[in-house]
């Protein structure tokens, strides 16, 4: 139920103005947290025990009403809370960015093997213009050797077909090559992305540590950092996935 109750809180739900009305007030009673709040008193009463399991608050009986009061160490509570927060969202981090850092290194051994494609590629090119001059000065001998006419149409029929084939698979390569480009395109801006939300998220930890004050804001913007950054790094997974599969079918 504390887990639950704390949650609640991070959240801002109606247990964060409770806490509001009680550190306005210094004391207040369970009845008037409920009246400001249009809450059943059971449910307030069930929230203020919770709360003073946590040491967020304390409750006092007076002549069968029960009171609320703020700690002398809430600060300190404060403080916990925030310290957690920046402690998992620092894990968070340094994991998406170690994830990065990895596919990244993939990609680049990758690279290094699309480029030794590009040089075969190069030389299969070179290859089907050999080829072609090759056909020419057959076809010019057709005139003058008209005893082998019917071994030089073999060849000649031989090597279209090869050149033919080499034509296909550079035309296939080269769409292939294409697609990877875009695809490795996609991949750099999805990690441009999270690069300027960690550096967002560094800076709003470095505030909420200069700013103390103003932490509840600042949580929920870092949560909301936090979050946006995950579903990035669903993304730059999933391009990656796809980066992969365009270069297994090279």
Do not use: C
Request: charged share 50%.
């Amino acid at each position: 139920m504390a887990k639950e109750i704390l949650e609640e809180i991070k959240k801002g739900s109606d247990i964060d103005k409770f806490l509001e009305i009680v550190s306005t007030k210094g004391k207040v009673s369970i009845k008037e947290v409920s009246n400001a709040l249009s809450l059943p008193i059971e449910v307030v009463e069930k929230w203020a025990k919770a709360l003073e399991g946590e040491g967020l608050v304390n409750l006092e009986y007076s002549f069968g009403r029960i009171y609320v009061t703020l700690p002398h160490d809430v600060e300190e509570k404060s403080k916990e809370v925030t310290q957690k927060l920046y402690d998992d969202s620092e894990k968070t981090i340094k994991e998406i960015e170690y994830n990065v850092q990895e596919k990244e290194k993939v990609l680049k051994k990758e690279i290094e093997i699309l480029k030794e494609l590009e040089n075969v590629l190069e030389r299969d090119l070179k290859k089907r213009e050999e080829m072609e001059d090759l056909l020419k000065r057959i076809r010019e001998k057709e005139k003058e050797i008209l005893e082998v006419f019917n071994k030089i149409k073999e060849e000649e029929a031989e090597l279209e077909k090869d050149l033919k084939n080499v034509t296909d698979i550079i035309d296939k390569r080269m769409k292939k090559l294409e697609s990877l480009e875009n695809a490795f395109k996609e991949f750099e801006m999805e990690k441009e992305k999270i690069i300027k939300e960690i550096k967002i998220i560094k800076a709003i930890e470095k505030d909420i540590r200069k700013h103390p004050a103003k932490i509840e804001e600042k949580v929920k913007e870092l949560e909301k950092r936090l979050e946006k950054i995950r579903k990035s790094n669903k993304e730059i997974n999933k391009k990656y996935f796809i980066l992969r599969e365009l270069f297994s079918k090279i």
